[in-house]
């Protein structure tokens, strides 16, 4: 199974794609996909959908892990991240890759062992079990390779079934 893990943002998409083979992984590939502020917000949605696109056409994934949108306090940054993971799903559903959403509990959970744990836990995890060279950069990054790890541990067992959006 490949699966690609989103981290979704506005201003940056945290991306990663593992191939996961009887609980064992491969990394394929992993980046970010950056908008600059100050652009029209439609050219910025432009950009993520495209990049999306981009990636799901070289990866070509099975399924997408997903964050699940948590309410920000910042209600203008809330609806930029919601409408820039509608974009992001809008790519997933055209390229039918089916689509799952974790929250970020599930995820550190999943990763760490530990629901509550911090982000610089989650980073370290990430770089162990995929045994990578050094942390991956920015942090969301290493957010959608733990969303992957996430689904990976969860959505190849019978419980996965119920986490489909």
């Not at 394929?28 to 990049?51: F, N, V």
């Not at 990636?55 to 306090?73: C, G, H, R, S």
């Not at 959403?101 to 079990?129: C, D, F, H, N, W």
């Amino acid at each position: 199974m490949v699966i690609l893990g989103i981290d979704p943002g506005f201003a940056i998409v945290g991306w990663g794609v593992l191939e996961c083979v009887k609980g064992k992984f491969r990394v394929m590939g992993y980046g970010s996909i950056q908008t600059k502020a100050g652009i029209p917000i439609e050219e910025r949605l432009s950009q993520i959908y495209d990049g999306m696109n981009t990636i799901i056409d070289k990866y070509k994934p099975d399924v997408m892990a997903i964050e699940e949108l948590f309410w920000n306090t910042n209600q203008k940054t809330g609806i930029c991240v919601a409408e820039a993971r509608g974009a992001i799903l809008v790519s997933a559903h055209r390229k039918n890759v089916k689509i799952f959403e974790y929250t970020p509990l599930q995820v550190k959970q999943s990763v760490v062992g530990y629901g509550r744990a911090e982000k610089k836990q989650v980073i370290s995890m990430v770089t162990t079990l995929l045994n990578l060279p050094k942390p991956p950069k920015p942090d969301d990054t290493a957010d959608a390779l733990a969303l992957a790890i996430c689904h990976g541990h969860v959505g190849s067992n019978i419980l996965g079934k119920y986490y489909k959006m």
